[in-house]
């Protein structure tokens, strides 16, 4: 379900790119948070669904990520009880090109939220 989708995309420097159901064109539901407050982002999500057990989160490293924040963002779902979860292996290259211009754009007009 949409709804339920939650979209992690890695980032260098421990950044978390996510949205919620599909990207929009402008970008608009694109938000950025780091690893100490995904938490609430998670919990967030869960909350504001009907049934928490809809939630599945979609993670895509991007190609500056490290092991150890694929480590930490899985360690956070076994803490929040996310059992529904994928791992995206290979970004597709629209997804990885996205990442690697987030990651190397100092975005001040963008929010961190939390």
């Known amino acids: 379900r949409?709804?339920?989708?939650?979209?992690l995309l890695l980032g260098v420097h421990n950044k978390i790119y996510y949205y919620d159901g599909n990207l929009q064109p402008d970008f608009s539901n694109l938000g950025r948070v780091d690893y100490t407050n995904i938490r609430q982002i998670i919990l967030k999500?869960?909350?504001?669904?009907?049934?928490?057990?809809?939630?599945?989160?979609?993670?895509?490293?991007?190609?500056?990520c490290t092991?150890?924040?694929?480590?930490?963002?899985?360690?956070?779902?076994?803490?929040?009880?996310v059992e529904r979860y994928a791992l995206v292996n290979k970004v597709q290259p629209v997804y990885a090109s996205l990442i690697t211009k987030m990651d190397a754009l100092e975005i001040s007009a963008m929010p961190v939220v939390y």
């Open 2 to 7: 949409q709804s339920g989708a939650l979209t």
């Open 45 to 64: 999500k869960k909350v504001a669904l009907a049934n928490p057990d809809d939630l599945f989160i979609t993670v895509m490293p991007g190609s500056n």
């Open 67 to 81: 092991y150890k924040n694929i480590v930490d963002i899985l360690d956070e779902f076994s803490i929040d009880l």
